[in-house]
């Protein structure tokens, strides 16, 4: 049985007619950049997202980025960010100019470990940047009782997460503002690059706003030295119908996640990420650790099963990040993670029988 790492076969249906209607309208519309899909967008999503304002812009990474420099983060700050997480969140504090201060996770929960914060607060540090990994809610309530007592900004990295929850409260709501990304394969998946910002403050919902669109608030004045980090109106336009399906599409990740949890929480070979007390997951990603990991994903691709890792090389390691001189052994908790994790294959539409599949070929792992 090939079995992929990832398909839309099922999104892509699930959405297709609604979709084509509505492309057919954008494209006849005429207006092709902020217009009423953006705004009507941004509206849905504040509310799904629990929040007084979500601002759309043209990618995750982006959404970090304008987050940032609306604090008024830059040259001489610092931010504290996980050792562990995709290079997105690592590189939006280097383009302030700040520099980023990586904490460990758990390596329970792949998660930062707010009881290590405290230790990295110096008097340059602005902001806690903590990262939903893999869909799970990191320790929100721990992270802003922290950032409370230290005058500390919350920007949240909510890319994997849309929808979790943290003792009742959804993630992308704790922070003073919050970033999101619509890339193809995250929860809510756009069909090119997009991302979006949260809030509950009107000042910053206005200094991204303007960010975003050349650093201007009324046409061609040009307040502050801003970007063109737009949302498309057709990313837009196809968002405003994905959102109406991301409950039940992250009902159906964590439906196929607790298949897995029943199949493997008692096999040797693997062993389960935790979600921390009060935490829920909405399953980006189904990961796991394994020692001799290589090997293992060598035998499910011979039997046909596509895996990934994320992800194979932990940001202070990377080539980008020399400048900051850290050598292989200084974050020991990300390095081991880096070398053990694997994601199995989780996607719309997948089979119970797959997921036998693959974890059959788990239990009865040679390496
Ligand atoms: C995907 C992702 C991003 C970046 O989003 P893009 O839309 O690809 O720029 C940032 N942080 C995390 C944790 C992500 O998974």
Redo the contacts with the bound molecule.
């Keep these: 049985m090939e079995i992929p790492f990832f398909s839309f076969d099922k999104r892509n249906q699930d959405v297709r007619e609604e979709s084509i209607k509505a492309f057919e309208k954008f494209f006849d519309s005429k207006w092709y950049v902020l217009g009423n899909n953006t705004s009507e967008f941004e509206q849905n999503f504040a509310r799904f997202n629990q929040v007084q304002h979500a601002i759309g812009v043209s ?6 980025h304008l987050s940032l420099l609306a604090l008024g983060i830059g040259k001489g700050d610092e931010v504290i960010v996980p050792s562990n ?5 690592v590189l ?1 504090i280097s383009f302030t100019g700040a520099t980023p201060v990586f904490v460990e996770p758990r390596y329970e929960t792949a998660n930062l470990n707010p009881e290590l914060i405290k230790a990295a607060i110096t008097s340059k540090t602005k902001a806690i940047m903590p ?3 893999y869909g799970q809610a990191c320790e929100m309530d721990a992270i802003m009782a922290i950032a409370k007592e230290h005058g500390l900004y919350v920007v949240e ?1 909510n ?2 997460s849309q929808g979790a929850l943290h003792n009742g409260r959804i993630t992308g709501s704790f922070g003073d503002i919050n ?5 193809p ?2 929860n809510l998946g756009a069909l090119g ?3 979006a910002i949260t809030t509950n403050s009107e000042s910053l919902a206005q200094a991204v706003k303007s960010l975003r669109n050349y650093g201007s608030s009324e046409r061609y004045y040009n307040e502050v030295k801003g970007y063109n980090n737009r949302i498309d109106e057709f990313e837009a336009a196809y968002l405003n119908i994905a959102l109406n399906h991301l409950n039940s599409w992250n009902e159906e990740r964590s439906f196929l996640a607790a298949e897995y949890q029943k199949r493997l929480k008692d096999v040797k070979r693997v062993e389960l990420f935790e979600c921390a007390p009060g935490s829920t997951s909405v399953n ?1 990603l189904y990961v796991v650790k394994a020692s001799n990991r290589d090997a293992l994903r060598k035998e499910l691709a011979d039997k046909g099963i596509g895996t990934q890792i ?1 992800y194979p090389v932990p940001p202070h390691l990377q080539k980008a990040y020399s400048e900051l001189g850290f050598k292989a052994g200084y974050l020991k908790i990300a390095e081991k993670l880096s070398q053990e994790v694997i994601s199995l294959p989780l996607w719309l539409g997948m089979e119970v029988k797959m997921i036998d599949e693959v974890c059959r070929v788990i239990e009865s792992s040679k390496s």
């Design positions: 990618s995750g990474l982006d959404a970090l997480t995709y290079i997105a969140s939006s990262v939903h990994l990295d890319a994997q970033a999101t990304s619509f890339y394969t995250k690059e997009a991302g980006h994320h």
